[in-house]
Nanobody, 115 residues
Framework: QVQLVESGGGLVQAGGSLRLSCAASGSIFSINSMGWYRQAPGKQRELVAAITSSGNTNYADSVKGRFTISRDNAKNTVYLQMSSLKPEDTAVYYC?????????WGQGTQVTVSS
């Protein structure tokens, strides 16, 4: 199994930046890819960005050019650098790891963008 712990959320003004971190532990060598999801109140959880073990990335159209996903294999950590934040980016952000046909979720971290 893989355990995930997110950190880095908070309150920021529109136009500001935040960096989220997701630290993985457990069977980390079995991880194929990792992703960041978010869920705003009253909305479905959606994929924000993902990165494969080989470093390939993909992004939701709504965050392209503003968010960057990266990983530090030595630290078993995935990051989400968020810039030019908008009020509509307000949500709980979750980290997800895919491995051996399974997935694990972190507990989530709140990001609030004020206008």
């Amino acid at each position: 199994q893989v355990q995930l712990v997110e950190s880095g959320g908070g309150l920021v003004q529109a136009g500001g930046s935040l960096r989220l971190s997701c630290a993985a532990s457990g069977s980390i060598f079995s991880i194929n890819s990792m992703g960041w999801y978010r869920q705003a109140p009253g909305k479905q959880r959606e994929l924000v960005a993902a990165i494969t073990s080989s470093g390939n990335t993909n992004y939701a159209d709504s965050v392209k050019g503003r968010f960057t996903i990266s990983r530090d294999n030595a630290k078993n950590t995935v990051y989400l650098q968020m810039s030019s934040l908008k009020p509509e980016d307000t949500a709980v952000y979750y980290c997800r790891a895919y491995y051996n046909g399974y997935s694990s979720w972190g507990q989530g971290t709140q990001v609030t963008v004020s206008s």
